[in-house]
């Protein structure tokens, strides 16, 4: 299947950086979302993206104007998938949400359009049961910031077609993504893992083991991740790793993949993580410092 046209639903953290990397692929790229501030808010990242990489001397001028061509701002969801080869979903973790949107999709979107979810924990299965075209909806899970890490993990569910997961691994690889596929179960492999991680340091950061810059450095140093599990939780948003601890919590029975108090705490007061300004860290600028208000 050879992809021209390509629209991502959704213009948040990992829609804006799911739309970037569709444009510098060189695909014709229609960023949609419901509010006009949250397509303003995609477009700053973006631009904000390629500037930095001008000004570090990793991309052109050149560059940014032929990817900024292939790159288009849309309100209305009809006119933003008419004609498209690939739709990517990146709305938030509602399952509600994403059945209603895939609803929409079937309708409007082509016949042949794959129709993929960037969900990082629901079940690709009943997004996919909300529709009749199950066998082109297919899990794309990217991970944050998107045009940096080189991962793409591809669920499939039980009424995905064969060719579906091969045109999914296709756009991957065009992507310069490297591609591991998974079965449709709760968390699938890489959220299933990072959030029990990152629950765990939560654990630690609240019984005074260590800070939380202490604990990251332990996870990079000790086991060369690039980022430690409370700055990566900051990153992804607080309140997305709260649902997919108490989604999985849900699917197993299992009490003990349960967000810690702390964890829960945060996210109530309304610290998010690095997109309100405050997590477990504190984000000014952009920069990371360590909060005074937290154990240790």
């Not at 999709?105 to 075209?133: D, F, R, V």
């Not at 993580?273 to 984000?283: E, H, V």
Request: aromatic share 6%; proline share 4%; net charge negative.
């Amino acid at each position: 299947m050879d992809i021209r046209t390509v629209a991502v639903i959704g213009a948040g953290t990992m829609g804006a950086g799911i739309a970037q990397i569709c444009a510098q692929a060189g695909w014709e790229t229609r960023l949609y979302d419901a509010f006009p501030e949250g397509l303003e808010n995609g477009m700053s990242s973006i631009e904000e993206f390629w500037d930095k990489g001008i000004e570090r001397g990793k991309t052109t001028k050149e560059q940014k104007a032929e990817w900024s061509e292939k790159l288009s701002f849309w309100g209305d969801l009809s006119e933003a998938v008419s004609g498209t080869d690939l739709v990517i979903e990146a709305v938030p973790e509602v399952m509600e949400l994403k059945q209603e949107i895939f609803r929409k999709l079937e309708k409007m979107a082509p016949p042949n359009a794959i129709l993929a979810t960037n969900t990082s924990g629901l079940q690709i299965s009943e997004i996919a049961e909300s529709t009749t075209c199950g066998d082109r909806i297919v899990g794309m899970h990217f991970f944050n910031p998107v045009p940096i890490m080189k991962l793409l993990e591809i669920v499939r569910h039980d009424g995905c077609s064969d060719g579906t997961i091969e045109v999914a691994r296709m756009i991957g690889a065009s992507m310069g993504k490297e591609a591991i596929l998974v079965n449709d179960v709760p968390g699938f492999a890489t959220s299933r893992l990072g959030v029990v991680l990152g629950n765990e340091a939560v654990r630690m950061l609240a019984d005074g083991v260590a800070s939380a810059s202490d604990i990251d450095t332990a996870m990079r140093l000790g086991y060369r991740h690039p980022m430690g599990p409370l700055e990566l939780s900051d990153l992804v948003g607080l309140d997305v790793r709260c649902d997919i601890l108490n989604s999985l919590a849900e699917s197993f029975g299992d009490d003990s993949y349960r967000p810690h108090d702390l964890l829960e705490k945060l996210v109530s007061e309304g610290s998010l993580g690095k997109k309100s300004g405050k997590g477990i860290y504190n984000w000014s600028d952009g920069e990371r410092s360590e909060r005074d208000d937290l154990p240790m």
